[in-house]
């Protein structure tokens, strides 16, 4: 029993850890991007929240393969058990917590590719303007992708680069072809919010 316990809070300490991390990714896939920076406030305590994870089935683990008990004969003593305390089940439940806990690894993947950089005219009439984005709510490196897409979607995006650990997005753009606000929105609409324009 003390094993589904720890098995059971380890998951959900993995999801915990990650929950910053992938929200914002399902929340896309709803459509309800508005969500995406909910959990920000957890990533400070992801390193503690993975710890506990790893304690938390390491203990599961320990309990599935200690010794048997046996009885005075020296018999076994074994109950019948459920699929819920299996070896098989427990090693689900190991792999989708690593699966949930390495997730800002591999989260890229699963964002759309940065569209190809267009071709912008270098005439003294088409002159290029970079600007940077005070960006509340990126928690970690899996919230970059995100907003990069968002902002790359937009006409006349020469470069878009953002940054959880400075908390901003630094954009260079043809303002012939897209706007300030244009960005804004597009950042917005990724459920992270600007804070403040550096022009």
């Known amino acids: ?29 709803g ?13 400070p305590a992801r390193p503690y929240l993975i710890g506990s994870s790893v ?15 046996r009885d005075d004969c020296g018999c ?17 439940v190991t792999v989708l917590a690593v699966l949930l806990m390495t997730f800002p690894s591999y989260a890229h993947v699963f964002y759309a590719k940065k569209k190809p950089v267009e071709a912008v005219a270098t005439t003294p009439t088409a002159s290029l303007k970079e600007v ?3 960006v509340k709510g990126m928690g970690c490196a899996s919230c970059e992708p995100e907003v990069e897409s968002a902002v790359g979607k937009l006409a006349g995006i020469q470069n878009v680069k953002a940054s959880a650990v400075k908390k ?7 303002p012939t072809k897209t706007t300030i606000e244009d960005i804004r929105n597009a950042i917005n609409s990724t459920g992270y919010t600007v804070q403040n324009v550096k022009r």
Do not use: H, Y
């Open 76 to 92: 076994e003593v074994s109950k019948k058990q459920s699929i819920l305390q299996s070896n098989g089940f427990l090693a689900v």
């Open 31 to 43: 459509g309800v991007s508005g969500v995406a920076s909910t959990f920000s406030w957890i990533e």
């Open 55 to 69: 304690l938390l089935l390491g203990l599961a683990w320990f309990q599935r393969l200690r010794p048997v008990k």
């Open 132 to 134: 940077e984005f005070a």
């Open 168 to 174: 901003n997005t630094v954009v260079q753009f043809d």
């Open 1 to 29: 029993m003390v094993r589904n316990k720890s098995a059971s809070l380890g998951l959900l300490s993995s999801l915990a850890a990650s929950l910053c991390c992938f929200t914002p990714l399902v929340a896309a896939l």
